[in-house]
Every structure is written in structure tokens, then in C-alpha cells.
């Protein structure tokens, strides 16, 4: 089955410990991208990745990290959280060109940060 | 970058249409018109996107000003399935997404 795959689900942790939420797709998509959903807020973009070894900051970059070193995964990385990272994150992935391809979305990971 | 607004929530009647609005007042000419939605606990999911003609498919269809200044997503027969935040959604040629404020749908049996 085509998706987008998330890991974890949920994940709980303390301020300062870095994490890593995985993002993999089974599509062969050449566009991946992270975003963080709050509420009021809605859906904005951290970061995305036009290919292999290729990304850019979205509207909301500051404390992330990003990788791209296979097409399959783009890891999320926080290397200290802190509390108003506490958010649900969404990875997605696009076949081509985002603007003229649907963007297929993961099912979103529940971070909080004590 | 351009923006989009929409209203915060609209009703609809099980098996009536319902027209989702979008107002994007400052578009560039290369910006596409994408439309998601989000069933609670999941993530957003494609509907339909266009240019400048209007677009159809099994889901909905978007029909677009002529002046691309606004657009509205048309939900022929709502269902109960369709209750959902609908986001209207600028992507240029850059693909950096901007997404708008959404409306949440409620359809009533």
C-alpha cells in the first residue's frame, strides 16, 4: 500500500534531550516535507526537500534539522527541544513539483515536552 | 508571500452542495490553488487543485475567478464523511506551501 509513515505515533520527552521522528515513503517521491500543526495556528511548513541531499527552511525552521540523505526517509530531528516545540507533526510527500502534485500525508506524531 | 482567508466554519445538510470559499486577493500568476482536508486524528488529505480553469473530479470541483483572486471548492452531495477542516492552499513555483486558516465543515443529517 502507498504511504507515508510516521514514527512514533506519540512521544513524550523532557526539554534538551534531542529526538528524532522518522518520516518514510514507499512511493518513490522526489518532494518531502515536515510541518507542525497548532492550534489557531493551522498547518505550517519547517522544512522540505526537493530530492536526495536537497532542503530548504520553510516558514517555521528555527530548532530543527533536517536530512535527506536517501529518497525514502526525511528524519525530523529536534537537537534540544524545548516546550513550545510541543506540537503534532505531519511528513508528506509529493511525486513532483508540489505545486501541480497532491501532497500524500503521514497520520502525524503527538510530540509534548515537559 | 500570498495569503489565503476563508471562513472559520460553515453548515451543510447531508446530501445538499456546499460551496467552501477562498479568498486569495494577492495570488501571483505561477501560484496554484490546492484544496486538503482533515478528518479528526488524521492527516490532511489531497481534494483537488487547478491554475486557472475550473477543475473537476470524483471528489469535488474548483472553480476559480477569473481574475484568481478567489476560488471556491464545490462539494456536489455532502456526506456525513465529508465533515472535515477544508484548507485552500497557494503553492508556487517555489513549493513552499501556505496554507490558510481552513473551515471546518459540519454537515447535519
Known amino acids: 500500500e502507498a504511504q507515508v509513515t510516521q514514527n512514533p505515533r506519540y512521544l513524550i520527552t523532557v526539554t534538551g534531550k534531542k529526538l528524532t521522528v522518522t518520516c518514510s515513503q514507499n512511493m518513490n517521491h522526489e518532494y518531502m516535507s515536515w510541518y507542525r500543526q497548532d492550534p489557531g495556528l493551522g498547518l505550517r511548513q519547517i522544512y522540505y526537500?526537493?530530492?536526495?541531499?536537497?532542503?530548504d527552511k520553510g516558514d517555521v525552521p528555527e530548532g530543527y534539522k533536517v536530512s535527506r540523505k536517501e529518497k525514502r526517509n526525511f528524519p525530523l530531528i529536534l537537537e534540544s527541544p524545548s516546550p513550545n516545540q510541543t506540537s503534532l507533526y505531519f511528513c508528506?510527500?509529493?511525486?513532483?513539483?508540489?505545486?501541480?502534485?497532491?501532497?500524500?500525508f503521514g497520520n502525524g506524531t503527538r510530540l509534548t515536552v515537559t | 508571500d500570498a495569503k489565503t482567508t476563508q471562513p472559520n466554519s460553515m453548515e451543510s445538510n447531508e446530501e445538499e452542495p456546499v460551496h467552501l470559499p477562498c479568498n486569495h486577493s494577492?495570488?501571483?500568476?505561477?501560484?496554484?490553488i490546492h484544496w486538503y482536508r482533515q478528518l479528526p486524528s488524521q492527516g490532511p488529505e489531497y481534494v483537488i487543485h487547478g491554475l486557472t480553469s475550473n477543475v473537476n473530479n470524483r471528489m469535488a470541483s474548483l472553480a476559480i475567478a477569473e481574475d484568481r483572486k478567489s476560488s471556491t471548492l464545490i462539494l456536489h452531495r455532502a456526506t456525513l464523511r465529508d465533515a472535515a477542516v477544508y484548507y485552500c492552499i497557494l503553492v508556487g513555483a517555489t513549493n513552499k506551501l501556505i496554507f490558510g486558516t481552513g473551515t471546518l465543515l459540519a454537515v447535519q443529517p
Open positions: 508528506a510527500s509529493s511525486f513532483g513539483r508540489v505545486y501541480n502534485s497532491p501532497l500524500h
Open positions: 526537500s526537493m530530492n536526495v541531499e536537497v532542503t
Open positions: 494577492t495570488i501571483s500568476g505561477t501560484d496554484y
